[in-house]
């Protein structure tokens, strides 16, 4: 068997799409989850392009036993240095470095000549050896790349001392023939002195494809994201790459993943719940839709005999393990950290308490507690981890005609203050008068409200992505509430929050491709 490398992005290339950012906990919960669900490199961030960054690539790189961690880094010294640094601690590590090597992005982007190119590459790795044994290098924009480049650029980093040549199709543009006839050639000429990995984005929808033509075309590495999440499209989503070679042996014959499928549709779970991005309903694998069927004659089918309508059994990635909790308001606290387990958390013994005593308060309030109930109420926490600021109490009013107002008392420092507002709506005149308390001005710029489970009863999950200075990045808060208002005041407060808890952290630094070492 040769076992296919999955390399997962969702923490970088993931948290490229829109809305998507994660806090360092929450990364450091999914990095934990990707290590159970087997992922053999996972791609922590990219730790010179921020220190919250940093911060979460090295904590995982302490954390993480049995993956390896990589961080990205342009080919600048300076980004290699964080990158080296980041990861120092990791059992096993990588440095990933890339530029591009289309002559669309060389002239136009790099206002570089394909020998600057070469030599900045060639410096990169050079350096990245200097912290690493394991240096992937990657040719940016590959698919638009001439293949002749490839082979000279391939040569040097190679001599360099790259491990891995990664060949992305950055912008989505090929079709499955085009990438398995450029993987085969570029995997040809570079037998037993590197592997060849592919990164698909998903433009055309073609990510999945893509990548699994390379795969029989000689890749050894297939680069992948979790619900397809990233930069615009998307990348090719783990779940579908994963299941497709383990669904149709008959044609991957040979083929296999270190992938523990039966955490694939837990880790999804963890990831929609963290970046408040659901798959798709009929999302292939994950999607809520993905093994009901609706028809009465497909109903007949699977009734009679499973294989009638269906390729792949839901046990098979987890799927029979969701369930509703057995466990009531008389429950005991072993029995919801065995849960909690389960659904891929591990906490310490303070926010194991916390949140037990969040369950038990559900629990009184709640008749059915399902599994996303249980994933909302730990993620909403971790989202909002350091509380300057906590809502105590909140009184509404509105009326057809009148004019909505809030007031809102707010515990900060120790100190409880209210204050009231009017705005155009309630949710306007909850957020003026909490801006008007802390004496922040957020600008909201998404505003989204889901049910968590089932049931008029259903917890409301709001997220609000919130700008609190203009310079810096959007801020993400989640809430969670039985009360659809009190979800939204928790929500925009846990922003603040996160905004406080990051100051400093959050400055980008200006990431261009141009910026010389
Ligand atoms: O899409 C891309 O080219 C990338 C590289 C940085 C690998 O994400
Ligand atoms: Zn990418």
Redesign the pocket.
Same mark, same amino acid.
């Not at 992305?168 to 912008?171: A, F, Q």
């Given at each position: 068997m040769e076992i296919i490398k999955i390399f997962d992005?969702t923490l970088?290339?993931g948290e490229?799409s829109p809305g998507a950012s994660m806090n360092t906990e929450e990364k450091i919960q999914i990095a934990a989850q990707l290590e159970r669900l087997g992922v053999d490199i996972i791609e922590a961030g990219f730790a010179a392009a921020s220190p919250g960054d940093f911060d979460a690539v090295s904590k995982i790189a302490q954390r993480v036993q049995n993956s390896t961690i990589c961080s990205?880094a342009r080919a600048i010294d300076a980004d290699i240095k964080a990158a080296g640094e980041a990861i120092a601690a990791a059992k096993m590590k990588r440095i990933?470095t890339?530029i591009a090597t289309s002559p669309i992005h060389m002239q136009y982007k790099l206002k570089m000549t394909p020998d600057e190119v070469i030599r900045r590459a060639v410096r990169a790795v050079e350096y990245a050896r200097e912290f690493v044994d394991d240096v992937e290098f990657?040719c @940016?924009?590959?698919g638009r790349s001439e293949i002749g480049f490839m082979k000279e650029i391939t040569d040097a980093v190679i001599e360099a001392g790259a491990t891995t040549i990664?060949l992305?199709?950055?912008?989505g543009f090929r079709l499955p023939s085009e990438i398995g006839a450029m993987v085969k050639e570029m995997s040809e000429y570079t037998k037993g002195r590197a592997i060849i990995s592919v990164?698909n984005?998903n433009d055309l929808g073609l990510g999945v494809a893509n990548s699994l033509e390379a795969i029989t075309n000689g890749a050894g590495q297939v680069?992948c994201t979790i619900n397809g999440l990233? @930069?615009r499209a998307g990348?090719a989503a783990l779940e579908e790459i994963v299941m497709a070679i383990k669904t149709r042996q008959d044609i991957f014959k040979g083929f296999d993943t270190n992938i523990n499928t039966k955490e694939i549709y837990p880790t999804s779970r963890l990831i929609a719940n963290i970046t408040s991005i659901e798959p798709q309903p009929n999302k292939a694998i994950v999607g809520k839709n993905a093994f009901a069927h609706e028809s009465g004659i497909h109903q007949d089918g699977v009734l009679k005999h499973k294989e009638t309508y269906e390729i792949i059994r839901p046990e098979d990635i987890g799927l029979d393990m969701e369930d509703t909790l057995v466990l009531g308001k008389h429950s005991g606290r072993a029995a919801f950290k065995d849960k909690l387990a389960k659904l891929g958390f591990t906490l310490s013994d303070d926010e194991l308490n916390s949140a037990f005593e969040r369950f038990k308060e559900l629990a009184d309030k709640k008749k059915d507690i399902y599994d996303d109930d249980i994933r909302a109420l730990v993620t909403s926490e971790m989202a909002n981890i350091e509380k300057a600021y906590e809502l105590v109490a909140m009184q509404l009013m509105d009326s057809t005609g009148g004019v909505p107002s809030a007031a809102v008392t707010i515990r900060h420092n120790d100190e409880d203050i209210t204050d009231a507002g009017i705005g155009d709506g309630t949710i306007d005149a909850v957020f003026k008068t909490i801006d008007r308390i802390t004496g922040y001005q957020g600008q909201l710029i998404d505003y989204k409200v889901k049910s968590v489970s089932q049931g008029k009863d259903a917890l409301a999950n709001v997220t609000v992505k919130v700008t609190f200075n203009e310079n810096e990045p959007a801020i993400i808060g989640h809430g969670l509430s039985l009360d659809t208002m009190l979800a939204s005041a928790k929500a925009y407060i846990g922003a603040l929050n996160s905004y406080l808890s990051m100051e400093g952290k959050l400055k980008l630094r200006q990431m261009d491709s141009t910026e010389t070492i």
């Open positions: 992005t970088r290339d490229q990205l990933h890339f990657s @940016e924009d590959a990664n992305p199709d950055t912008v990164h984005h680069e990233g @930069e990348n």
